[in-house]
């Protein structure tokens, strides 16, 4: 389990400018592609919600299989809305080792760098996420609900 495309080496930099572009390329591509077998809502994580420095207000793993994610994301130029995305049949994957707890997801310094989409072989859906300063995970699911609230930068922790 790990990013394929927008990596932590990606995200930090230490690519070369033409490794960069080439990841960066490699994930427009397969999102084109991939486009076409999204639906359930899986197709709004390409399409409509920007995670890129949100910072994660809850993240509840339910033993129905649901996974929520409430998220404040945003910038002053475009302004702040926390996202709740509700995935159905949730597999919760994390790095070898990892736990919810060592995720961090409350420090304040906490936040989702990328994410990307994809889809696995047996056609579930697969959202992997990229954490600042550590941290990864990945959720395989065969739905997607979102809810939006509006928020202010007073909201930011």
Not at 44 to 54: A, I
């Amino acid at each position: 389990m790990s990013m394929k495309w927008l990596t932590r080496e990606w995200a930090s930099g230490t690519l070369d400018d033409s490794e960069w572009d080439s990841h960066w390329r490699d994930y427009q591509v397969h999102c084109t592609a991939v486009m076409p077998r999204l639906r359930d809502g899986a197709e709004r994580l390409v399409q409509g919600v920007n995670l890129h420095d949100g910072q994660i207000q809850s993240f509840e793993y339910r033993p129905d299989g649901a996974l929520v994610v409430r998220a404040l994301v945003g910038d002053l130029q475009v302004g702040y809305e926390f996202v709740e995305l509700s995935f159905v049949d949730a597999e919760l994957r994390l790095e070898p080792g990892a736990t919810i707890d060592s995720l961090r997801f409350h420090d304040a310094e906490s936040e989702i760098v990328y994410d990307e989409v994809d889809v696995e072989a047996d056609g579930r859906f697969v959202h992997r996420v990229l954490l600042w300063p550590q941290g990864e995970y990945e959720v395989v699911f065969t739905a997607l609900s979102e809810r939006r609230e509006e928020a202010t930068s007073r909201d930011r922790r």
